[in-house]
């Protein structure tokens, strides 16, 4: 068990430029989600998979945005057309569901800066 | 549509003390998840803790436990013989469909 792995650590990127992350989750997890954090705020939620099928997605999660798991496993999210305000760090979190017993465990992290 | 709000930005605790941080959520629904999870500058949440709304008994986990009241939707971490390493934001979250709502944050200050 090597843990939730993100990569990049760190990206910075011109405005309007896209970037991608990516996020390997624990591997028998079957639920992967991606949220966004600015500083001095909790984590927001921005979508979720229960295998390859993403089940829900919030309204924070503009046109812009994109995430994929095409095989159940790592998944992706994509920006595109950056903005100065999707600076942020972008945490990936994976949980394997069971009757009693969900937990999440969350990746490093991409900390996003967008110039 | 769920909330949970956390109303202590910053406390502080001397080495060896008990402190309790505060949290209290909305929810209309009857079976859900508490946790509190720790960030440290390393930006890494971990899982400090977890309460299933349907047990009454509350959790513990060595020096931390909770005082979970579901009838006042309050849900407090009590962390025991604070150490220098408890040092962290800590996060309150709410888990009832299974997307994880999380609090503002507590600074956690542990003084020597």
């Known amino acids: 068990d090597t843990g939730v792995s993100q990569d990049p650590r760190h990206k910075i990127t011109k405005r309007g430029q896209n970037v991608t992350f990516r996020c390997d989750p624990i591997s028998e997890h079957n639920r992967l989600y991606w949220y966004r954090q600015t500083l001095g705020q909790g984590p927001e939620f921005l979508t979720y998979f229960q295998n390859e099928a993403q089940l829900e997605k919030s309204r924070l999660l503009s046109d812009r945005f994109s995430a994929e798991r095409p095989k159940g496993s790592f998944s992706t999210l994509e920006i595109q057309r950056t903005e100065q305000g999707d600076s942020a760090m972008y945490l990936c979190a994976s949980s394997l569901v069971s009757a009693t017993n969900e937990k999440l465990f969350f990746g490093s992290g991409t900390q996003l800066s967008v110039l | 549509a769920q909330t949970v709000t956390q109303s202590q930005p910053e406390m502080s605790v001397q080495e060896a003390e008990t402190v309790t941080l505060s949290c209290t959520y909305d929810t209309s629904e009857s079976d859900y998840y508490l946790f509190w999870y720790k960030q440290p500058p390393s930006r890494q949440m971990i899982l400090v803790i977890r309460?299933?709304?349907?047990?009454?008994q509350n959790a513990t986990e060595n020096r931390f436990s909770v005082n979970f009241q579901k009838a006042a939707k309050s849900f407090s971490l009590k962390i025991s013989d604070s150490q220098l390493g408890d040092a962290a934001m800590y996060f309150c979250?709410?888990?009832?469909?299974?997307?994880?709502?999380f609090g503002t944050g507590t600074r956690l200050k542990v003084l020597a």
């Open positions: 979250a709410y888990d009832g469909t299974y997307k994880y709502i």
């Open positions: 309460q299933e709304a349907y047990k009454q």
